[in-house]
């Protein structure tokens, strides 16, 4: 393969192919950058190992930029996943977005029997 894969709470999930010095960090975000719903804390990256096998890596991209760590290079093959956040936050967003369309249903039902 000659791209990396980068899929979860990216805005723009898919394969990209990585600059000479690409490292994880810019593949996410040429995938349009962490959705609202990313978390951060929790980036799978998957590596291939000269195509043999693969090599599995849990990231703290968050923890990584605080220190000024290096982020790992990308290369070609490559898997990068961003978990969904699982909180609070997660869960009133698409509440409200639930209760607003029934909402906008609602008045639409009543408009149309007036």
Do not use: C
């Not at 804390?41 to 849990?58: F, L």
């Not at 490559?78 to 607003?100: E, L």
């Amino acid at each position: 393969d000659s791209y990396v894969r980068v899929i979860g709470a990216v805005n723009i999930p898919g394969p990209y192919v990585p600059d000479n010095n690409a490292t994880v960090i810019d593949m996410i975000y040429l995938a349009g950058g962490p959705s609202r719903f990313a978390d951060l804390n929790h980036v799978r990256y998957i590596q291939m190992d000269d195509g043999v096998g693969k090599r599995e890596t849990m990231l703290d991209m968050e923890d990584m930029l605080e220190r000024g760590t290096d982020y790992p290079q990308a290369q070609p093959g490559d898997v990068i996943i961003i978990s969904f956040k699982d909180d609070w936050k997660t869960f009133s967003f698409w509440a409200g977005f639930v209760r607003d369309m029934a909402l906008v249903a609602s008045s639409i039902v009543l408009l149309s029997r007036i």
